[in-house]
C-alpha cells in the first residue's frame, strides 16, 4: 500500500508518518509512505504517477495550495483513493466530505485516536469487495 503524507509542517509530517509506521508494525513491508511538504510538491509527482497512491493523509491549511485543492485534484482522475484530512480547522468539515474524504482528523489528535482511523482506512482498503462482470 502506498501512502502519501502532505504537511507544510514537517514536525507534524513526521509524526503522522510515524503513526503510520505503527499501524503497519506487524508487517513493516506491506507499505511505502512518501511526505511532502507542500500540496504543489505533491500535485508535481502525481502529474507523473497519478494513481500513486492509495491513500492521502492532508493538512487542510497549507500556504500555496491548500489539502482541499489537492483533493480536488486528486478527484479528477482517482476515485477510489481514501483521503483523509488533518487540521485545526474542523469548521471545514463539510467541505472535505464534497471531495469524499474517508475521515477527518482534528488536531490536536489524541494518537490512540488517529491511529484508529488510520487503522480503519488500511482495513477499507484491504477490504474492498471487488466486483466481477461474467458475460
Keep these: 500500500m502506498n501512502i502519501a503524507i502532505c504537511d507544510d509542517d514537517l ?33 508535481q509527482y502525481l502529474t507523473h504517477y497519478p494513481l500513486a497512491f492509495q491513500m492521502f493523509l492532508l493538512d487542510v491549511e497549507m500556504e500555496g495550495c491548500n489539502g482541499l485543492e489537492v483533493a480536488d485534484r486528486i478527484r479528477q482522475t482517482d476515485t477510489d483513493a481514501v483521503i483523509m484530512f488533518v487540521t485545526s480547522h474542523g469548521e471545514l468539515m463539510p467541505e472535505a466530505f464534497r471531495v469524499l474524504a474517508f475521515q477527518y482528523i482534528t488536531k490536536p489528535y489524541d494518537d490512540q485516536k488517529a491511529l484508529g482511523i488510520i487503522l480503519s482506512a488500511i482495513w477499507h482498503l484491504q477490504n474492498r469487495k471487488a466486483l466481477f462482470q461474467y458475460s
Design 11 to 43: 514536525f507534524a509530517a513526521g509524526h503522522l508518518e510515524r503513526l503510520v509506521a505503527s499501524a503497519f508494525s506487524e508487517n513493516p513491508d506491506a507499505y511505502e509512505c512518501e511526505v511532502f511538504s507542500s500540496g504543489e510538491a505533491l500535485l
